[in-house]
């Protein structure tokens, strides 16, 4: 199982030393970049289950290419 946890700056060394001394778990830190990739990922996907579900309405193909 993967778990992304989100803990702040000033907690993380003393969490990530609480999560290496537990022999069965790999622990690893992200970097800004992949984090960020991660967050836009989950949000496009739960706005496609809003879609799916009707909750949000979807757009043309041409809208979206008009708005780049």
Do not use: W, Y
């Not at 909750?55 to 809208?63: D, F, G, L, Q, V």
């Amino acid at each position: 199982m993967k778990i992304l946890i989100d803990i702040p700056d000033t907690k993380a060394d003393a969490f990530m030393d609480v999560l290496n001394s537990i022999t069965f778990v790999k622990a690893k830190q992200l970097t800004e970049s992949k984090a960020q990739a991660l967050k836009e990922v989950r949000d496009a996907v739960v706005e496609m289950k809003q879609i799916k579900t009707g909750k949000k309405k979807s757009r043309s193909a041409t809208e979206f290419l008009n708005e780049l």
